[in-house]
């Protein structure tokens, strides 16, 4: 059985107080589903989110981080480094990072292939602007997105893979794909997983769904065969606002 989950991609937001105050309030939280957890503050305050959630079951993942293992990469973060300090999974590919710091499939692939290196599982995003959705090219822009950034893995590598689609015209928007989209969409990831790397690697990977998922739609989205839970971004600013999306399943 694949695993559900959600996790809060933090963004860039949040000194420490306020990730200190978001931190013990999502400590407070009560959680009535099986979902994993997580959250992803940026790097500043991961040692101490870190720290202050051990005994909880919330686990604290990076946003990003470099492909090479150290060296002159002014204002960049290694695998090593997250590691070191005990994080154990990385968002990639985020369209935010593709869009505004050019990262290309290559580069992700090259990091992707880091992460795994260091024993580090992967979120792997991906996700079709609204001209490639009105064109009708949705389809072949994810399909492009996995296979250059993934399919030079082995099948047995996806056991460190999570994969996030996130159209890009619902992130941040309030316009959220219908769950009819993202089940279709999710379906299409499995189907491409599984022409790949067969049936049994394909329902073993989970697939989160990402891009204005709130308390009041969560439910929905995740009652599809093929969502395995959300990237929330804007409500995982929110304790309340989140953990009514964890318990959403
Ligand atoms: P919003 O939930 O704010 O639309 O952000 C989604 C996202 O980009 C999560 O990574």
């Known amino acids: 059985m694949r695993k559900q989950i959600v996790a809060g991609n933090w963004k ?3 000194g420490l107080i306020q990730a200190e105050t978001l931190i013990s309030e999502l400590k407070q939280q009560n959680q009535t589903s ?3 957890v997580m959250i992803a503050p940026s790097f ?3 040692w101490h989110a870190f ?3 051990r005994q909880y079951p919330i686990e604290v993942v990076a946003q990003n981080m470099h492909f090479s293992e150290d060296g002159a990469y002014t204002g960049e973060v290694s695998a090593g480094m997250l590691k070191s300090i005990g994080i154990q999974t990385v968002i990639l590919g985020h369209s935010e990072r593709r869009a505004y710091f050019n990262e290309t499939d290559e580069a992700l692939a090259k990091k992707v292939d880091t992460a795994l290196k260091h024993d580090i599982r992967v979120i792997f995003c991906f996700g079709e602007e609204l001209a490639d ?3 009708g090219n949705h389809e072949t822009v994810v399909e492009n997105q996995i296979k250059n950034a993934l399919f030079h893995l082995k099948a047995s590598d996806f056991e460190h893979i999570i994969l996030a689609y996130e159209p890009v015209w619902a992130i941040g928007t309030g316009e959220t794909a219908t769950p009819e989209q993202a089940q279709s969409m999710h379906a299409f990831i499995r189907k491409t997983l599984a022409d790949k790397y ?3 690697i394909a329902e073993s990977v989970s697939i989160l769904y990402g891009g204005s998922v709130k308390p009041n739609n969560a439910k929905e989205i995740f009652s599809k ?3 395995d839970g959300g990237l929330i971004g804007g409500a995982s600013l929110n304790a309340e606002d989140f953990f009514a999306i964890v318990n959403a399943f």
């Open 51 to 53: 720290e202050s959630t």
């Open 133 to 135: 959705r009105k064109s």
């Open 34 to 36: 099986e979902a994993e």
């Open 198 to 200: 067969g049936q049994d």
């Open 225 to 227: 065969p093929d969502v």
């Open 12 to 14: 860039m937001n949040n």
């Open 44 to 46: 500043t305050n991961l």
